[in-house]
């Protein structure tokens, strides 16, 4: 897979692409009682403590996103 970006930093299309398919993902498990409210708390707690503590503004990005997810 060509990870590149046509336009702007490498990577970047890459990251809201696979943020969006992991939102719709849970939001559609959850939906389908596949995973339910607990499960999905479970599972983006877990996302947020596998962010190193320190501070940059990739992961405080990462932990803003992650946060969103939730309810």
Same mark, same amino acid.
């Given at each position: 897979?060509?990870?590149?970006?046509?336009?702007?930093?490498?990577?970047?299309?890459?990251?809201?692409?696979?943020?969006?398919?992991?939102?719709?993902?849970?939001?559609?498990?959850?939906?389908?009682?596949?995973? !339910? *409210?607990? /499960?999905?708390?479970?599972?983006?707690?877990? #996302?947020? @403590?596998? !962010? *190193?503590? /320190?501070?940059?503004?990739?992961?405080?990005? #990462?932990? @803003?996103? !992650?946060?969103?997810?939730?309810?």
């Amino acid at each position: 897979m060509d990870i590149f970006a046509s336009k702007g930093p490498a990577g970047v299309g890459v990251a809201y692409a696979s943020f969006a398919v992991l939102a719709a993902f849970i939001r559609h498990l959850e939906a389908s009682g596949a995973l !339910i *409210p607990a /499960d999905v708390e479970k599972i983006l707690n877990n #996302a947020l @403590r596998q !962010i *190193p503590e /320190d501070r940059n503004a990739a992961r405080e990005d #990462a932990r @803003r996103l !992650i946060e969103g997810l939730k309810r």
